[in-house]
């Protein structure tokens, strides 16, 4: 089984603040997700990046693939409250399988 | 379009009891997959199911078991409740796209096993 490990598990900052989140693995993957989940929901699909080096940015989110398809950031500027959640990162194994990382709980102080 | 759906959203079972959980997927999605979420274990990989077929399997006992209908409506069971199966059961519905298969979650229902 592949793992993913996520950094920081917690997280607590302002509004306003910058921050990253990392998701690392030993393993290669053909493709990393990352997924928001709020209290009471399933998580939801942020971004898929697939190519190594990928830079994908979504509004004030940026994402990143590492060069060698092991490792993963997210990037938030200017964080809002809005931002608030449990960010999760997630790979392939085989077919129709995903591994989940062990997640960074986010909490943006107003 | 709707999303996944998941019935129940709660549930409150005791230990020895046995439960069904519903998921509809997005209408064209084939695939479901579930998952298992605790605080102590995180998301979970239970199994998928495509077109009526269990295609991947995680490492859970034989007391979770699943099926997948031919609208692809998926249930998944669990028999002997045990406490710690108490957990937010994640149903999530997946299309293969250009980036991938991508997957679209419900919002779960929540077992607690007394």
């Known amino acids: 089984t592949q793992l993913l490990e996520q950094s920081p598990q917690f997280l607590s900052i302002q509004e306003g603040e910058n921050l990253t989140v990392y998701c690392n693995s030993s393993?290669?993957?053909?493709?990393l997700q990352w997924y928001r989940q709020e209290p009471g929901e399933g998580p939801v699909l942020l971004v898929t990046?697939?190519?190594?080096?990928e830079v994908k940015k979504l509004k004030r989110l940026t994402f990143q693939f590492g060069d060698a398809r092991k490792d993963s950031s997210l990037h938030i500027t200017a964080a809002q409250p809005g931002d608030t959640g449990l960010y999760l990162c997630?790979?392939?194994?085989?077919?129709?399988?995903?591994?989940f990382g062990t997640g960074t709980r986010l909490t943006i102080i107003p | 379009k709707a999303g996944v759906t998941q019935t129940p959203r709660y549930l409150i079972k005791t230990r020895g009891q046995q439960v069904t959980l519903s998921c509809s997927p997005i209408?064209?999605?084939?695939?479901v997959s579930w998952y298992q979420q605790t605080p102590g274990q995180g998301l979970q990989f239970l199994f998928e199911?495509?077109?009526?077929?269990?295609?991947n399997k995680g490492n859970f006992p034989g007391r979770f078991s699943g099926r997948q209908f031919s609208n692809s409506r998926s249930e998944m069971n669990v028999s002997t409740l045990e406490l710690g199966d108490s957990a937010l059961y994640l149903c999530?519905?997946?299309?293969?796209?250009?980036?991938?298969?991508?997957?679209?979650f419900g919002p779960g229902t929540r077992l607690t096993v007394l």
């Open positions: 999530a519905s997946s299309l293969l796209s250009g980036r991938g298969y991508e997957q679209f």
């Open positions: 997630a790979g392939p194994e085989g077919n129709e399988k995903l591994t």
């Open positions: 199911y495509f077109s009526e077929t269990q295609r």
């Open positions: 393993s290669v993957f053909s493709s």
């Open positions: 990046v697939v190519t190594g080096g």
């Open positions: 209408s064209g999605h084939r695939s």
